[in-house]
């Protein structure tokens, strides 16, 4: 038997929900913008090997490798000794903001569910899931997990039985993201964020995230745009990522309807709901965002589907 699964590119965030709202992209042009994971019997032990447009960044010892870890800490829990072939696609570049650890732990963990006949329901993978991704960035937190996991756009609940779940989206929202070519490291960019915030930038966050929620169920596009506003991280992050504010100028001035971060940068990402608009933005962005040949951009539909067999 063998199993492969492919797990879509997140935004964690989504500007206006630091660490609670999370989405799924799918670029319009059908590429798969995600890592795969192939899952298959070996005679004995975990075998690890990698291909893909980011192959050469991860590390030389197979057992330094997230996916690698996954099939230790999967077969721990089920106290399991069969042997595993397991082969990574990488296709997103690591320290990007689009969640490209989240999608190797999802693949891997989703295929290796998978391949053991489902031994974990969806709720218990997606605990496991946030689980080993806590290991690796120091903190449970499943704004990239759960949409990749589960798709569309996730908000993360934390109540007892449910992590997250799913609200609305504006299906006639184009997302441009755009990766520059260069990495951030998630915990330099996490610590560039304050200790303790005021009082009125608190109720700032819940008002604007609140209120992104209502007009999500709404569908209510202007209101949803009017306030999604990042006031956690972005006025700490924004300098530290090259070209961004000067790109998210350029991209007001033609005609986008807001700009933000994707997770912690330095990819970010850009919204409208007109695709000729989406288009000149994209244009503007391969010219001027992006700063060597390992940066690309794309425009995104939120993926519906999540992680899936292929």
Not at 68 to 97: D, I, M, R, T, W
Not at 165 to 183: E, M, R, T
Not at 195 to 219: C, N, P, T, W
Not at 234 to 263: K, Q
């Amino acid at each position: 038997m063998s199993v492969t699964v492919y797990a879509p590119a997140s935004m964690g965030n989504v500007g206006v929900g630091f660490d609670l709202l999370g989405a799924a992209l799918a670029p319009l042009d059908g590429q798969l913008l995600g890592d795969k994971v192939s899952v298959s019997a070996a005679a004995q032990g975990i075998n690890l090997t990698a291909s893909g447009r980011w192959a050469d960044k991860l590390p030389s010892d197979p057992q330094q490798n997230i996916v690698y870890q996954c099939a230790q800490f999967f077969a721990e829990k089920l106290n399991s000794q069969q042997g595993l072939n397991l082969h990574l696609q990488k296709n997103l570049p690591v320290g990007s903001g689009l969640g490209s650890s989240a999608s190797s732990v999802v693949a891997a963990l989703y295929a290796l569910n998978e391949y053991f006949e489902q031994p974990y329901d969806q709720q218990a993978l997606l605990k496991l899931m946030g689980d080993f991704e806590g290991q690796i960035s120091g903190s449970v937190h499943y704004d990239n997990v759960a949409p990749c996991y589960l798709g569309g756009m996730q908000l993360m609940l934390d109540a007892p039985g449910k992590i997250c779940d799913a609200i609305p989206h504006f299906k006639q929202w184009y997302w441009v993201v755009a990766y520059p070519g260069i990495s951030l490291s998630t915990a330099k960019m996490r610590a560039l964020l304050p200790e303790q915030y005021d009082k009125a930038v608190a109720i700032d966050f819940g008002r604007y995230l609140s209120a992104f929620v209502h007009a999500s169920y709404q569908q209510d596009s202007q209101l949803a745009l009017s306030v999604l506003k990042d006031v956690l991280a972005e006025p700490y992050r924004a300098e530290g990522i090259p070209g961004y504010s000067d790109a998210r100028a350029a991209l007001a001035d033609l005609g986008m309807l807001t700009t933000g971060i994707s997770g912690s940068g330095p990819t970010l990402f850009s919204v409208t709901d007109d695709l000729a608009t989406a288009q000149k933005a994209q244009a503007w962005l391969d010219a001027h965002y992006l700063v060597n040949e390992q940066g690309f951009s794309h425009i995104c539909k939120l993926d519906e589907q999540g992680t899936r067999r292929c």
